[in-house]
């Protein structure tokens, strides 16, 4: 069983340059203060930052502070940080382990492996298995003051999708269904998807064979790769080789277009600058690399310019004419060489291809690959069909297997529910006693399933927390799957009289189970020791959690936390588009 505890928790509005940190003890944190003086947001804020949703968040968040908790699980130390629907979890050296803004497909899984929360819940939409969302956790461990207290578990919202919710909830943390049992009914139903998926596959894989042998009749020949494999060895080399000679063919032929389409314009612009030869030759010699074309007016590579320098000597030009006009001679001449270079290449391929013509029944090259192709990919269909029937038969071995187990245990589970409840109705009948809250039926008391919200007032409240402790204990005694924080927003409902209100206060603490970390925020505390910290909101503190003197002391410590989240935030957004 993993051990969770609260250590810190920092708030931060960059908007407003306010901030606030509040430090928790590891026994037991007792926060007092009156009303609005920002109990709730702090109580609040610890389940946000994990992603759980809170039914009535308070006026707090519509600012959308940056919320830090420093958290253990066992000894190991961690952060995590939440700003609007992103979060990222960080290691006790300020390392990034994940940021994410999905809950159910990213931080859960997470905190489910973090927490060694190996059970998982259906999706009724779809009958997919989930894992626990933040809210399933920390359900059983937390009462919100806006909505815990007038029925058991709707604290959080957004959580009862899940098939079965409150009831798989009461079975895995009372230990009513043992957590062997939950591992083997998450492997029986994977596999049971996993058996329903490959059918899918199968029948579509089969369908797929079917039409192939429908419209590829068999062959007229029988390829013996005995007999064609010089034949074939020799064709690859050849092949291979001719394609390198037309690529380099076809480079050359490039080149040789650019050079003609060059000297083209070389000829018709030394022809219009004839008529006016001392002009273009004084331009062109201004610019070290460019010059504005006469013939078009663009910018032109400076590519004769020595030649136009030659042509300022008129005795020279018929020369220069008589050069371009040789260069594009040579150039015709070698294209014309080079397509029939080209066309030698396609007669050599056609000539290949007449290889494998010689053998018997005159298989052609087409022929030979194209049946080659169909036995592969009717090879291929047959061995996928096979893989495919092998899965869904080590599948359903899980399935049979599985099925034996949890029949096996199905006699002791019945034995330990049984236990498990009687145990159950013995805490209700001494917690309801406790706490004076009378108007409890018969049917609360021994059925952790039932309903507590018929009691009115603070009767109902004292009803709420005798059944909640009573969840805590059994969880803490028999299930054992997780020790996480108890958290308890305003136990002290419609202001009780100082007798019942320290009753409360004493019976919190004294039930507390042993090791396990409690965090209460209350308008008095009665004197109870809890073993712990008393944490005193300022009275003037009124709808002011956040303060300005404490933006200086705690933005440094946001600073790298911020930095990281906001980075891996636009790496993630920028991987999807």
Not at 387 to 415: C, G
């Amino acid at each position: 069983m993993k051990t969770i505890k609260f250590h810190d928790l920092f708030l931060l509005s960059q908007s407003q340059e306010s901030a606030a940190h509040i430090e928790f003890d590891a026994t037991a944190t007792i926060i007092t203060g009156t009303t609005s003086a920002g109990k709730s947001c702090i109580l609040k804020s610890l389940f946000l930052v994990f992603g759980a949703e809170i039914r009535k968040r308070g006026i707090l968040f519509s600012e959308n502070p940056y919320i830090l908790l420093k958290f253990s699980v066992d000894d190991t130390y961690f952060y995590i940080l939440r700003k609007q629907s992103g979060y990222s979890v960080f290691d006790q050296n300020g390392h990034v382990l994940i940021t994410t803004t999905e809950v159910t497909k990213g931080l859960a899984p997470f905190l489910n492996e973090l927490f060694d929360i190996r059970a998982k819940l259906i999706n009724n939409n779809d009958n997919s298995l989930i894992p626990f969302l933040p809210g399933h956790i920390f359900s059983p461990f937390y009462i919100d003051q806006d909505s815990g207290w007038e029925k058991a578990w709707e604290s959080f919202s957004r959580i009862d999708f899940v098939k079965d919710c409150k009831k798989n909830l009461i079975n895995f943390y009372t230990g009513i269904k043992s957590l062997e049992t939950y591992g083997l009914e998450v492997e029986r139903l994977e596999a049971q998807q996993n058996v329903s998926k490959l059918n899918s596959e199968l029948v579509a894989t089969n369908k797929i064979l079917a039409a192939f042998n429908e419209t590829h009749m068999p062959a007229t020949f029988n390829p013996d790769p005995t007999i064609f494999a010089s034949e074939i060895d020799s064709l690859t080399k050849e092949c291979d080789l001719l394609l390198k000679q037309e690529q380099i063919k076809k480079e050359e032929l490039s080149d040789i277009s650019d050079q003609l389409s060059r000297i083209d314009l070389e000829l018709q612009a030394t022809s219009q600058l004839l008529g006016n030869l001392e002009v273009t030759a004084e331009n062109a010699l201004k610019s070290d690399e460019h010059f504005d074309c006469p013939l078009c007016g663009s910018i032109k590579d400076n590519f004769f310019e020595i030649a136009l320098r030659k042509l300022q000597d008129r005795k020279n030009y018929e020369e220069f004419l008589s050069e371009l006009a040789e260069r594009h001679g040579d150039v015709l001449s070698k294209r014309t060489k080079v397509l029939a270079q080209l066309k030698d290449l396609k007669a050599a391929t056609n000539f290949i291809s007449t290889i494998l013509a010689t053998k018997k029944e005159s298989v052609t090259l087409d022929d030979f690959i194209n049946e080659a192709g169909r036995r592969r990919y009717f090879v291929q269909l047959k061995t996928n069909i096979a893989e495919l029937q092998k899965n869904i038969l080590d599948q359903e071995k899980i399935i049979k297997k599985n099925t034996l187990l949890l029949r096996k245990l199905a006699h002791n589970s019945a034995d330990m529910k049984k236990k498990i409840l009687n145990r159950y109705h013995e805490l209700m009948l001494g917690f309801t006693s406790e706490l004076e809250a009378a108007k409890i039926t018969d049917k609360q008391l021994a059925n952790p399933y039932s309903d507590m919200s018929s009691a009115s007032g603070n009767e109902n409240s004292r009803c709420v927390l005798a059944y909640f402790y009573a969840i805590i204990t059994l969880s803490h005694e028999i299930a054992q799957p997780i020790s996480v924080p108890i958290v308890i927003d305003t136990p002290l409902q419609q202001d009780p009289d100082a007798r019942r209100g320290q009753k409360i206060m004493q019976f919190l603490s004294n039930h507390k189970p042993v090791g396990r970390q409690i965090i209460i925020a209350t308008s008095k505390d009665f004197g109870v020791d809890f073993g712990g910290k008393v944490i005193q909101m300022d009275e003037n503190g009124r709808y002011n959690l956040l303060r300005k003197e404490e933006y200086p002391r705690v933005e440094p410590f946001f600073r790298e936390f911020i930095k990281q989240h906001t980075d891996n935030m636009l790496k993630n957004k920028a991987q999807i588009l």
